[in-house]
C-alpha cells in the first residue's frame, strides 16, 4: 500500500465519524463526534509508539538535562533522607512522555527554546503537528518571564495546567487541583438537583447510584483511597 493510500486509510478513522446511543434497546439519532484522538482506536497504540520514538530522536544530542533527587528506602516525605550519599538515586531527565503528550524540563529559557525547536523539526519529519493552542509554558521560580515560540507562534505562559481531570500547579500545591476537583463535582450535583434530587418517584437507592456515578467519581477521579 502506497504512503497516500495509507494516509487516507487513518484519516477516514477520523474524519467525518458519528456515533449513536443505545438505550433500552433503542439508538438515538446519529450525531458527529469531534476528537483530536480515540484512545480505543486500534491505531492509537502506534501513534503512541512514534511519539515514544521522536522524542529521543529529536533531543538526543542535547546534553542539557535536569536532575531529580530520590530516595530508594522506601521513605517518600522523609526529606532529610535526600542529602544522604547511600540509597539515593540521582536520574537526569529533559523529557516526560504521558500517552500522547510530552513534557520537556530544562533550568534555562535558551535550552527550552532548543528543544522546541528540534521537537517542532522531528514532528515535521514524522509528518505530526505540534498543538499550539494546547501547548503551554510554565516557569518555576523564575524572575523574568520566559519566551517561548514555535515558529512565530509565542506560546501562553501558565501557572496551572490540567491534564485528564488533574491539575498541576507551578507551585507544587495541591490546592488548585482540589479546588477544581471540588467545584467540578458541586455543579454536576447542582444540575441534578430537579432531575434526580427533588424528584420523589426515585428511590434513594437511585439516587445513590447516580451520586456514585455521576458526583463521586468527578470528586474521586485518579485518587486512590
Known sequence: MSPFKLLIVITSF????KGTVKFNGSLSESFPIFSDMKHYCVLAPNLFGILSLLLPYALNE????VCIRTGED????NLARLPAKTKV???????MLFANYAVLATHLEESLQRFIGRLTHACNEFGLTISRKKTNVMPQYVSNVPCISIDTHTLEMVNDFTYIGSTISNHFSL???????IRKAATGMARLTKRVWKKNMLTINIKMRVYQARVLSILLYCSVT
Open 74 to 77: 522506601g521513605i517518600l516525605f
Open 89 to 95: 538515586r540521582m536520574p537526569l531527565i529533559k523529557e
Open 175 to 181: 490546592n488548585a487541583g482540589l479546588n477544581t476537583r
Open 62 to 65: 542535547t546534553e542539557v538535562n
Open 14 to 17: 477520523y474524519e467525518g465519524i
